[in-house]
Structure formats: C-alpha cells, structure tokens
C-alpha cells in the first residue's frame, strides 16, 4: 500500500479545516503523501495506508460529517492505522490536560481501534454561522484557542509512526 494519507474533517466554520490541513503539511513535510479533505467528499478510503479523522465538537457531539464519515467506511478504516482529533473548547483548556473524548468519538475510538485520540483547542470568531455560534460570540466566549504547535507535534509523531513501520 502506497504512503499515502487521509486527513477527513467535519468543519461549519473552517477552523477544523484549518487543524487538517496542518495536519497533513506536516505528514507531507516528512516524506508522507497527506491529504485534507472534508469528510462528506471522501468516496472511498482503500487508497490510503493510513487515516486522520477531525471534527468540531458542537453541544458534546462531534461534527455530523466525521461521524457519518466514520460509520460510511467502518470496515475499512478498521485495516488501516487510525487517528482520530476534535476541536472544539474556547478556551485554554485542551492545552493544559488530555481531554476526554466525547461519548460518540469514544464508540468509534474503540470500534476502529484508534491509535489514538486528542482534543485540540477551537476557535470561534466574528462571521461564523449557526444560532449557537452566534450566541456564544454574543456572549463574549469567542476566540482562537488552536495551538498549532501543539497540532504539528502530534502530526509529526503520527508520521515518525508511519516511517518507522514502513522501515520495518
């Protein structure tokens, strides 16, 4: 199978699309061949050695697309290394502690047999849609909470994984 991998995401306001796409700049800055792509334009996963599954968590659900992403290629996502990521807290909180994944996130955790899960800080600001969004901006709790330093680490142990099993 081709080093090739999949970073599918489920964004509203582009800030997880953000997060992917760092994701797989990274991957592709070590030797990998990453792609981000919105989950609900994925068709198929079987040309990929590996997947990187993002959504947004919203009222302690992850993004519609992700889960709909994660069920659609179950069985194919389960012969293949997994990674799974949320964003979502609007504030510092994911920088200072792991945070537990979300009940439905956790069922596909242990469905796929995920290597592993991390929640990522969110962001929310002027413009973004939705009647929730704007009441949180409203309120005053906007704001980017991305620690993109902290997302490329991450993606770059998830391909020093990759290179190592490829190196046997």
Excluded: K
Excluded at 50 to 62: C, I, P, Q
């Amino acid at each position: 199978m081709p080093d090739r991998v999949l970073v599918a995401y489920g964004t509203a306001n582009g800030s997880t699309a953000r997060i992917a796409e760092t994701v797989a700049e990274v991957l592709r800055d070590r030797g990998l061949d990453a792609v981000a792509a919105p989950a609900d334009t994925v068709a198929d996963v079987t040309p990929y050695r590996a997947v990187v599954v993002g959504g947004a968590l919203y009222t302690g659900r992850w993004h519609r697309d992700a889960r709909r992403f994660v069920r659609r290629h179950r069985r194919e996502l389960a012969r293949r290394p997994v990674w799974l990521f949320s964003s979502g807290p609007l504030d510092s909180s994911a920088g200072r502690r792991d945070i537990t994944p979300v009940p439905g996130v956790r069922r596909a955790a242990a469905r796929l047999d995920a290597v592993e899960h991390v929640t990522f800080g969110g962001c929310l600001q002027e413009g973004a849609r939705g009647r929730m969004a704007r009441m949180i901006l409203e309120d005053g709790r906007g704001g980017d909470f991305r620690d993109f330093e902290a997302i490329a680490g991450w993606a770059a142990r998830i391909a020093d994984r990759l290179v190592a099993a490829r190196r046997g």
